[in-house]
C-alpha cells in the first residue's frame, strides 16, 4: 500500500509543479480496453495526458520504470 500512496503523492506534486510553472493542464484517465490491445486481454489503462494549447502530450507520471514498463507505455500511448 505504501507503493502505492508514494505513486500517488509524487504523481500529485508533479501535476501540481507542471501545472504551476508551466501552465499545462495533466489528468489522470482510466479507460477500458475492451479488445485488449494493450495487455493482451480486456482492462483498465491508465494514462497521465498533457494538454496545453490543444497539444496533447502521453506521459507515464512515475518515480521511475524499467524496460518492461516502457513496453506497456508504449502499448498504452498507441491504444490512447
Not at 19 to 27: A, C
Not at 45 to 66: A, P, Y
Given at each position: ?34 479488445e ?16 496545453k ?28
Amino acid at each position: 500500500r505504501w507503493g502505492l500512496y508514494s505513486e500517488a503523492s509524487f504523481r500529485n506534486g508533479l501535476k501540481a509543479i507542471l501545472g504551476q510553472s508551466f501552465g499545462v493542464e495533466v489528468l489522470n484517465l482510466t479507460l477500458y480496453d475492451q479488445e485488449g490491445e494493450v495487455f493482451g486481454r480486456p482492462e483498465q489503462v491508465e494514462l497521465d495526458i498533457i494538454i496545453k494549447n490543444g497539444l496533447t502530450i502521453v506521459c507515464e507520471l512515475k518515480s521511475s520504470i524499467d524496460k518492461a514498463g516502457m513496453y506497456v507505455f508504449g502499448r498504452k500511448a498507441e491504444f490512447y
